[in-house]
């Protein structure tokens, strides 16, 4: 069988998706200077969360000494409404392309696993392509770059962290989406909303990752497993899950 090449459709969808990730590092950087910028300054926020409203309204209502300061932090509070605005945009153009597209089956079934929504799902099937490609899961893991590194000579074997040498951009998808994992399980309200109209196999499938991953991520913590380790263990598994899932789902016809 010959090497998978997407069509332009399909590349069209992956470089929206890679745009979004761009804007995503846009927006992480923004304020990452704002941050820098106040602790300069000798400002140090006290709430709990960053970011959510309280913060917001405390860098609106922030006081500098100087006025060319003031200045600075405006034009930083404007970099970053700029940067979330261009995220919402592509988020709703990317809402309304996937839908016509022919892989969208596959991004329904993605769907129907907890911590993959709409922009996760179309992301990780817009970077793997084609699941019939890979016959089996360790395949899609070299391909991710979450298989680990290997050197052995003679007898000595030894095993280190993961290559990383694969497609980054659903490997990163990948570790994001495996932080729900330690969650208990559960179906909720939209979680069920995803679900509906989708085959009962699907849903079987969703909620044995869920199990699956939850008790194996614990075993691991109470193990006293670094929690990083944890998480790309569970995004292995994971990994071996949306294979599965995945090969539930018709082949797309090419366009």
């Not at 109470?222 to 018709?250: C, D, N, S, Y």
Request: glycine share 6%; net charge positive.
């Amino acid at each position: 069988r010959g090497i998978y090449i997407p069509n332009d459709a399909d590349e069209a969808i992956r470089d929206l998706t890679r745009a979004r990730s761009d804007v995503v590092d846009d927006v992480r950087r923004a304020k990452q200077r704002l941050k820098s910028f106040l602790l300069r300054q000798g400002f140090h926020y006290k709430g709990k969360a960053n970011w959510a409203e309280p913060h917001r309204r405390y860098l609106r209502e922030l006081k500098l000494p100087v006025p060319a300061l003031k200045a600075v932090l405006e034009e930083y509070l404007l970099m970053i409404d700029q940067a979330e605005r261009r995220l919402s945009n592509i988020d709703d153009l990317l809402a309304v392309q996937v839908v016509s597209w022919r892989m969208f089956p596959a991004v329904e079934a993605l769907m129907c696993m907890r911590g993959i929504q709409l922009t996760a799902a179309t992301v990780l099937i817009a970077e793997i392509g084609d699941i019939h490609r890979f016959r089996h899961p360790r395949q899609l893991l070299g391909f991710l770059g979450l298989v680990p590194l290997e050197k052995t000579t003679g007898e000595r074997r030894r095993v280190g962290s993961i290559t990383k040498t694969g497609n980054s951009h659903a490997r990163w998808m990948m570790v994001e989406v495996a932080q729900h994992a330690l969650l208990p399980p559960k179906v909720s309200s939209i979680l069920s909303a995803r679900q509906e109209g989708q085959p009962q196999r699907y849903q079987e499938l969703a909620w044995k990752v869920q199990t699956r991953l939850h008790k194996r991520g614990w075993q691991l913590l109470h193990r006293q497993v670094m929690p990083a380790k944890v998480t790309v263990a569970l995004a292995r598994e994971l990994t071996g899950f949306i294979w599965a899932m995945l090969k539930l789902v018709p082949e797309p016809k090419q366009a």
